[in-house]
């Protein structure tokens, strides 16, 4: 049975003040949540939410560097991350292979780093509206899967399922339209146990949509962008998980 997790993604948004949304977050849900959380804010706040989340609250990265080391100014390591208490980083969000130009070699290079530090990277795909629109979502998919994974692509990777049209832009897969990306995501997945294999759901997960999504059996959490920065709708998104 894989445990689901929800990952917060705040992007470029976040300063010290907003460390309350932690207090805020603990006195929506009352109890700690039967999933795994992971909360990934802008790196200038990595630290101080590491010191100050409860413990079942677990502190990621938005990104890490395709280096271990050495000069490549204004980059993070994954290492440093590890340094500092994170536990998780996002690598090959859209938002990076488009502003960024990061292709799926980099993303690969970046969940190396990432696993060989001990950190749980969670890689990032989806197909783009046009090549939905195209009948190729299925393939677009699995092969940025296969060109992203880490050669030993143990099972302690996690997949986020990320079509670039749901994202930010209130409109989302519909939970069969998901499912139908999980499944030919984890039959493709060539590590050593695909049944372990976590993949998220990420695009416009909401409170009102995120039990249907979270229902269907090949998903096993949501990587959660706007809706992650109200402690609200965050804490409501946690309580759907059945
Ligand atoms: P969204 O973002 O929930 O705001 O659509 C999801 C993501 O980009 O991870």
């Given at each position: 049975m894989r445990r689901a997790l929800i990952a917060g993604n705040w992007k470029l948004h976040g300063q010290r003040?907003?460390?309350?949304w932690l207090e805020a977050l603990s006195s929506q849900l009352g109890k700690p949540p039967a999933c795994d959380i992971v909360l990934c804010p802008p790196a200038t706040l990595l630290s101080d939410m590491v010191g100050q989340a409860p413990d079942w609250i677990a502190v990621g990265a938005q990104d890490c560097s395709?280096?271990?080391?050495?000069?490549?100014?204004?980059e993070i390591s994954a290492a440093m991350l590890a340094d500092i208490g994170c536990r998780y980083v996002i690598v090959g969000h859209s938002e990076r292979r488009a502003?960024?130009?990061?292709?799926d070699a980099v993303v690969k290079a970046k969940a190396e780093q990432a696993l060989a530090v001990g950190l749980t990277p969670i890689i990032c795909l989806g197909e783009s509206l046009q090549e939905r629109d195209a009948g190729r979502a299925d393939e677009v998919c699995q092969a940025q899967l296969l060109a992203s994974l880490p050669d030993a692509a143990a099972s302690d990777v996690i997949i986020a399922y990320e079509p670039i049209w749901a994202i930010g832009t209130g409109r989302t897969a519909s939970a069969e339209q998901a499912q139908d990306i999980h499944q030919v995501l984890r039959a493709a997945f060539r590590g050593q146990n695909r049944d372990a294999l976590r993949i998220l759901y990420g695009g416009s997960v909401k409170p009102d949509n995120a039990a249907a999504l979270l229902r269907q059996p090949d998903i096993d959490g949501a990587l959660v962008g706007?809706?992650?920065?109200?402690p609200v709708s965050f804490a409501a998104i946690i309580d759907s998980v059945g």
């Open positions: 003040q907003d460390l309350q395709r280096h271990g080391s050495g000069a490549h100014t204004g502003d960024h130009g990061e292709t706007g809706a992650s920065l109200d």
